[in-house]
């Protein structure tokens, strides 16, 4: 099992460019996240996604849109990159399986840099 | 709303020395606590959790206990190591669904010789 895979690693934008972040997992998991990661500042929610064809808004969700068309993945979009999106974004899955221990746990991915000039 | 609050880092202790991080939370209803452990240039693993009070979770010697009177979480360990050098984030399970968890700035350790 892979786990949570990120795509890309790293990447530079210049102001007003977009790009999509793609987050994969393979645990058959039905929740998926978002979060951006800042210094000083903890992992902040962006979006999230409780199933396939939902998503929903977290904490800092401005200037940034979700997709979840399949179960396996959650997309996370940038329309127009603004500098103060620059940060290192981390997604995550957990298990809906209440029976199951652990079953809050949340299992994340290696992050992606985002660089915007 | 749900609140972490950490005590700031960066700390610095030599190998074989007594650790502390204290967490304290606020929340609504009865969340599970958890602390998490990023090491450099990786994501965030889970290191333990507790799901209610006075449960004590623990893990690769590491240590906390849920203490709802105190809404407090602190992480323990009696003897760190050089590889234990991490950051490390307390956070609590948001109980209005979704699983959503509320974390802490994170405290970075340092383990040196």
């Known amino acids: 099992n892979a786990g949570v895979t990120q795509t890309p690693k790293f990447r530079v934008l210049k102001t007003g460019q977009s790009m999509t972040l793609l987050c994969a997992q393979d645990?058959?998991?039905?929740?998926m996240y978002w979060y951006r990661q800042d210094p000083g500042m903890g992992l902040r929610l962006i979006h999230y996604s409780v199933g396939e064809g939902t998503t929903a808004k977290g904490e800092v969700p401005d200037g940034y849109n979700v997709s979840r068309l399949k179960k396996q993945n959650f997309l996370l979009g940038l329309e127009s990159a603004a500098p103060s999106q620059t940060s290192v974004y981390f997604c995550?899955?957990?298990?809906?399986?209440?029976?199951?221990?652990?079953?809050?746990?949340?299992?994340f991915g290696p992050g992606t840099r985002l660089t915007v000039l | 709303g749900n609140s972490v609050t950490q005590m700031e880092g960066p700390v610095t202790l030599s190998e074989e020395a007594f650790l502390t991080i204290n967490c304290t939370y606020t929340?609504?209803?009865?969340?599970?606590l958890f602390w998490y452990v990023q090491y450099p240039g990786e994501g965030l693993q889970l290191l333990l959790k507790?799901?209610?009070?006075?449960d004590k979770g623990s893990n690769k010697g590491f240590e906390a206990t849920y203490r709802k009177e105190t809404t407090s979480f602190h992480l323990e360990k009696g003897s760190v190591q050089v590889s234990d050098s991490a950051v490390y984030f307390c956070?609590?399970?948001?109980?209005?669904?979704?699983?959503?968890?509320?974390f802490g700035t994170g405290t970075q350790l340092k383990v040196e010789l």
């Open positions: 956070a609590l399970s948001d109980s209005g669904g979704g699983n959503k968890l509320t």
């Open positions: 995550a899955s957990s298990s809906t399986d209440r029976f199951q221990q652990g079953t809050d746990t949340q299992y």
């Open positions: 645990m058959n998991h039905e929740y």
């Open positions: 507790a799901t209610k009070a006075d």
């Open positions: 929340a609504t209803g009865y969340p599970s």
